[in-house]
């Protein structure tokens, strides 16, 4: 048999050792023992606390946990176990997660590959993936604990990759390669990033019918597009479980259409429009691409000493100056607030330019549209007739927020161009007229809008953004000042490099510098340009001792004398942290409160009209009490806080708890119940009533209470008996027919409620509780969660995992043949 070239294989060994090794130094601090303080990690630490101890005890999975915003299915906080061929394959990706440094060689690895595909040289290749691994966002997010996110963006070019090859190439191999890499993206559950990839495959798509069209190529377009349709059903189908269960609670999180009537102007069937587009990126800020504090980078940590900011603090006479610094918003732009720029290069601008001139035929459309496309998307509310047609006809786009996330796919393209354009002028493809051509053009766009805005930083604007209406007015003039010198200081930083490499790059084309060497000064400088930024938002200063990584959930004073309590099932309001914006209270306790960007709909629209303004009346009652004889009257009239079995307040972490002696309970027996007509009258009708005494119900469940007469027993006894997340069981023993209200959240996709082993209907009352009718006797209830969705889901996912794998093996004998027949032909 033909033996294996060494030297053929040498630059893949390299590339993994290289990327592995980038890994390790550019993450350093971890190999020391240290502990990357991701802000997103720690938050799922406290949301998934109750769900990971659970499934660590017990034979089965927690699909719903309590432990944020009084109930929620676990889908979507901590994803449960399926059964799928990408299990095993996620982890061995992943490094078996070795983290931080997985994420950073994921990134390379991925691009690598897709380069490759694209028919990129391999030595040219390792700097691609280099230049698309470092890159700012990638680094950001990686720092703020978004690793799902992180994890998708790095299968997302080898998809990309894929679907190029097998339209291109191999229709089977590239299918396979495809569907591999698209079903490993969907079990990383980021579905916004896979959403978004799809996009780029949409467009891809149609330009690969265009071409066909005009080739008169439609029968071979048409049979790779059923294959990669195919593979790309298995793909989906193996991940079935986390799909379905997640499109399936979609409808009930806030992703889903409100029932409520009000603010129509801002409603669409998903997201409203304030939030979908809360984070914007504006569209002189576009220029961060290459420029990367054209907008001052982050909202925090922008200044040091030698700022003009820090002289005036002083000058002041301000206390902690060196401190405040360090908080003051660099950033000008206008996001509410940002970790850093989307900074793709200023070396891969000039490439991209360069590549829209050198790269002919449909491929360079398709990136372009692609890049156009992503970048005036992200734009969002300062761009809203397409973020409008987007947001009320495309669909799904309406189901994700912080739409300027889609700059993942500029973050993509603009590479990806370059790379193109940069081996078409390596391996000789292009003339010495086209090559001054585009070589001026490029040169000249990049290079001088660089020294354009360091000469003239004042064309960007007036340095100053929306959040410097909380500064006083002494300070902010000196602020404006260093947000001016860090644009003019990035505009010349830019501009050096943009020189550099453009006289390496026609060194190497004009012979002057040997090809090996010149790819290794472009490696080199694309590697620097990136790492000097990257270290702007994550570096050593972002690792902890393991020890302080534990800090973040030590147990307070208020924490230690709640924990005390026996009963298994009640819920806290924590008003020392931003109640519907943190997860921490969640690690120890059921909150009414959490952080989740999915939570539901019906929970939301508690919170905004109820929860929000019984907490600020608590507030208040708190402030003008006198005496603790006052405490019994803090929670009259609390209808939302009590209905939620709100036993506990947190008011202060180091002292005790308020205890609420209104809290309702688990369960408790109504005396009335009153049928309104919609969502509308439904949240309204809370402040009309006593939710001890009487429940509120929609119409559309009154078959279920249909001639019930209640008689209300006083002597009745309704209790909690045992309580898990998917189970919770009470007994009741009465001698006439009763309402009982329950406090947990009503998800009817799922629960299931027994009396003594057999199945009774129940409805949603309150807005957001279960309700049920129970006959006289004396019996146990059992509230089990039984999702079909999973169950199903599970199923489906085993049968495409087995189709994916066999034709998978099948790929590989009929290659593993080809090869030996070529072998034994020589």
């Not at 969907?186 to 996009?199: K, R, V």
Request: aromatic share 14%.
């Amino acid at each position: 048999m033909k033996k294996i070239s060494l030297k053929a294989g040498l630059p893949y060994i390299i590339a993994v050792l290289l990327f592995f090794v980038l890994s390790l130094v550019y993450f350093s601090p971890a190999i020391e023992g240290k502990k990357l303080n991701q802000h997103d990690t720690n938050t799922y630490l406290g949301m998934s606390k109750e769900i990971r101890d659970y499934n660590k005890s017990h034979d089965d999975v927690a699909l719903w946990t309590n432990s944020m915003f009084g109930g929620m299915p676990s889908y979507l906080v901590a994803l449960p176990i399926t059964k799928t061929v990408f299990a095993p394959l996620y982890r061995l990706t992943n490094l078996f997660n070795f983290r931080p440094f997985s994420f950073l060689f994921l990134y390379f690895i991925g691009f690598f590959i897709a380069l490759l595909l694209f028919g990129v040289d391999p030595w040219l290749a390792i700097i691609g993936a280099i230049a698309f691994g470092f890159s700012s966002y990638d680094i950001i997010i990686i720092a703020a604990g978004h690793n799902s996110k992180a994890i998708a963006i790095g299968y997302m070019a080898p998809i990309i990759g894929g679907l190029y090859y097998a339209f291109r190439k191999n229709r089977w191999g590239g299918g396979l390669i495809m569907a591999i890499f698209l079903g490993l993206q969907i079990f990383a559950s980021h579905l916004q990033i896979t959403y978004y990839t799809l996009l780029l495959v949409l467009v891809l798509g149609v330009t690969e019918l265009v071409m066909a069209i005009r080739r008169k190529q439609l029968v071979p377009f048409a049979k790779t597009a059923g294959v990669l349709a195919i593979l790309a059903l298995l793909a989906v189908g193996a991940n079935m479980t986390r799909l379905w269960t997640t499109y399936e609670y979609g409808k009930y999180s806030i992703r889903g259409k409100s029932e409520l009537t009000n603010d129509q102007h801002n409603r669409t069937s998903g997201l409203d429009k304030d939030y979908a587009t809360a984070w914007s990126y504006g569209k002189a800020e576009t220029f961060t691409l290459m420029i990367p504090n054209f907008n001052g980078g982050s909202s925090t940590g922008g200044f040091d000493t030698n700022s003009k900011t820090y002289q005036t603090l002083r000058q002041n006479n301000v206390p902690n100056s060196r401190q405040i610094i360090k908080q003051l918003p660099g950033y000008w732009g206008p996001q509410p607030f940002t970790s850093g720029p989307v900074y793709v290069g200023a070396i891969i601008c000039f490439l991209f330019v360069l590549g829209l001139i050198l790269v002919k035929g449909p491929l360079k459309w398709w990136l372009v549209v692609a890049t156009v496309l992503s970048i005036t998307l992200a734009w969002g509310k300062n761009f809203m007739p397409l973020t409008d047609f987007f947001l009320n006809h495309v669909p799904g786009y309406n189901k994700f927020r912080t739409v300027s996330m889609i700059l993942v796919i500029a973050d993509f393209t603009i590479p990806l161009l370059g790379f193109l354009a940069l081996k078409k002028l390596l391996s000789g493809e292009v003339s010495k007229k086209e090559w001054l051509y585009a070589f001026k053009w490029a040169f000249g766009i990049t290079a001088g809008f660089s020294l354009l805005f360091a000469l003239v930083p004042g064309l960007a604007g007036n340095f100053s953004g929306p959040q410097d209406a909380q500064l006083p007015g002494w300070l902010l003039e000196s602020l404006q000042e260093d947000r001016q010198a860090l644009l003019r200081s990035d505009a010349f930083r830019s501009l050096i490099f943009i020189v550099l490499f453009a006289a390496v790059l026609w060194g190497t084309y004009e012979k002057k510098v040997t090809k090996r060497n010149g790819l290794v000064l472009m490696g080199v400088l694309i590697l620097i340009d990136f790492w000097g930024v990257d270290r702007r938002y994550l570096n050593k200063d972002n690792f902890v001792t393991p020890r302080q990584a534990k800090q973040h959930f030590t147990e307070t004073t208020a924490d230690k004398e709640i924990l005390r309590d026996t009963d298994p099932d009640f819920r806290v309001l924590n008003m020392t942290v931003s109640t519907f914006n943190d997860a921490t209270t969640s690690y120890y306790f059921k909150s009414i409160g959490g952080y989740h960007g999915a939570k539901m709909r019906r929970y939301q629209e508690l919170i905004e009209y109820h929860l929000q303004h019984e907490m600020q009346t608590l507030g208040g009652r708190l402030k003008a009490m006198k005496s603790n004889a006052d405490m019994d009257s803090l929670f009259v009239g609390l209808n939302a806080i009590n209905m939620m079995n709100t036993k506990y307040v947190i008011v202060n972490p180091n002292g005790g708890p308020l205890r609420n002696p209104m809290a309702l309970g688990h369960a408790w027996l109504v005396k009335s119940y009153r049928m309104v007509d919609n969502a509308d009258q439904e949240i309204a009708a809370l402040n009309m009533i006593n939710p001890a005494d009487q429940a509120v119900i929609d119409k559309r469940f009154a078959p279920e209470v249909k001639n019930v007469q209640i008689q209300y027993d006083p002597d009745a006894q309704l209790k909690l008996t045992s309580y898990s997340p998917n189970e919770v069981d009470y007994h009741y023993k009465g001698k006439s027919k009763q309402m009982a209200v329950f406090s947990e959240i009503y998800y009817p996709k799922g629960w299931n409620v027994y009396i003594d082993g057999k199945k009774v209907p129940y409805f949603r009352t309150d807005y957001v509780l279960r309700g049920m009718v129970l006959p006289a006797g004396d019996y146990d209830i059992k509230f089990k969660f039984q999702p079909v969705s999973y169950r199903m889901g599970n199923t489906i996912s085993m049968a495409s995992s087995a189709i994916l794998l066999l034709l998978l093996l099948g790929l590989g004998v009929k290659e593993f043949m080809r090869r030996k027949q070529e072998n034994a032909d020589l």
